[in-house]
């Protein structure tokens, strides 16, 4: 294998620990339980949260998954069909929706190329929702039929109505709060285990972020193009596009998978899982590989649209909700210790939570964060995905310190060393020895990653404000010189 931008390889499935939210809440619990767990209960208690504190420290992947959040699944699809609809809005007809819900953006959405449209909000746990809930409960149950999987749904972007995003901002807030209700209290269990109050206490005293996001298909940006030429009155039509061909009426997209031996899973239990590989490209990312720098970002698992053009290639399309083709989320990770690349496959209706470098730091490395992307189907060139994120971040002006830190640097600094590129850090000699037995075309495939990631110790001074690490790290990424600045 050839590891370069083009190449092709081979990511194992990885499934993710799973906890569900009933034992989430009992393991978060400050007050005694009555009456007194029996001494079974708390030693299945006991293992369940040394599985998470395993699977989101040094020897795990960084994330776990959420199972069985109460009124959670009728949020995320209520959510999720507002992305593709908010994408593709003309401009000022989105910027009417936007500013009626107080959302706002941080992509460049006047860029009818993009690969991603995001719309987003600044949260706070000062939010009382509860006077919404009603209205939401009883539009989940009458509209939860909009967009169930394998029924076809005709789009178009000219016919316009307010009406149809009535509760967007509503429903957007919810789930926001749900969502960091999960962030907060897993923080409250790693507090336990590491006996510490820096998480719970760093996520109460800061914000949050709640990002609606729409991972655009080829289709979906020949529509952007054709309503905005529309809106300016030009008569030009788009040539139509060379694509897929339409799905099955049951739009299921399946690909043929060889069987392998090997299995990646973090469950701690006794389930038998066979488990399967998966090709991805380094090349053909919807987002590209970086590490989340706030405390931990809470995902829900993500939808998937096929999408064909009406024969005039105009402004309707035909879109079907179905399962992945490769039956994963496409959330990929970078194991640096074993050198391996996976993708990530997650339950419906759960959330995945993965731990920040704030959390790194606040921890003393008790908790790893891990380098990941997401990745795009291999030549399915009209399928787009939706999730919504809530990145939970400590206070702005919170002081970061790595004392008591047992290395002062990261794992991705020592592989950085050890594939010969540099960092400004004067306190990396020591690592020199770290090494394991890495192959030609391994060595190759890190440093093609990791050329794009800025490491930790150029971006982080002990005692920095996280204000001043967050605009750090952005600028180290995406500015003029960072390392993404043209990705």
Sequence with gaps: MEATATAEVAAEILEPLEVRFSDLLLLSS????????????????????????????????????????????DLRRLILRFARKLALLGRKDRARVLKEHGLGSDVPLKNLDRNVSSFALQLKYAHNLNSESSSIRSLCTEENHYYAEGNPVEDSFEKFDDK????????????SLCMMELGLRL??????????????QSIMDGSAKGRLIHYHSTIDNIILKETNRTKKGSKKKVEPATLDPSPSDECTISRNFHEKTFVTHWYS???????????????????????????????????????????????????????????????????????????????????????GEAANILTSGKLQSTLHSVGRPVDIVNLSRQTFVVFLQPAWSKIL????????????????????????????????????????????????????????????????????????????YYSSSGTQSMR
């Design 269 to 355: 239990g006794s389930r038998s899982v066979k488990d399967r590989t998966s090709q991805i490209t380094l090349s053909n990312l919807w987002q590209q590989w970086h590490y989340d720098y706030g405390i931990f970002t809470v995902l829900t698992s993500p939808s998937f649209m096929f999408s064909c053009l009406t024969e005039d290639c105009s402004h309707i399309s035909c879109c079907r909700e179905c399962s992945s083709p490769d039956e994963h989320t496409y959330l990929q990770l970078f194991d640096i210790k074993k050198n391996k690349i996976f993708v990530v496959r997650s339950p419906a209706d759960s959330f995945i939570i993965q731990v």
């Design 164 to 175: 149809e995003f009535k509760v967007l901002g509503s429903t957007f807030k919810e789930l």
């Design 30 to 73: 400050a007050a005694p339980s009555h009456p007194p767990p029996s001494p079974a209960e708390l030693a299945r208690l006991e293992s369940i949260s040394a599985a998470v504190m395993q699977a989101l420290g040094s020897s795990g992947p960084g994330l776990l998954a959420i199972t069985e959040v109460p009124k959670a699944p």
């Design 187 to 200: 923080a409250q269990i790693c507090d336990k285990a590491i006996d510490c109050r820096e998480l719970k």
């Design 401 to 476: 310190s790595y004392s008591g830190y047992p290395e002062e640097t990261s794992n991705h600094d020592k592989l950085v060393l050890r594939t010969g590129m540099t960092t400004s850090s004067k306190k990396e000699d020591a690592f020199l020895r770290y090494s394991t037995s890495d192959s030609e075309d391994s060595h190759q495939l890190m440093q093609e990653i990791l050329r794009k990631i800025p490491p930790l110790s150029i971006r982080f001074r002990d005692g920095m404000t996280f204000a001043e690490f967050s605009h750090e790290t952005t600028k180290q």
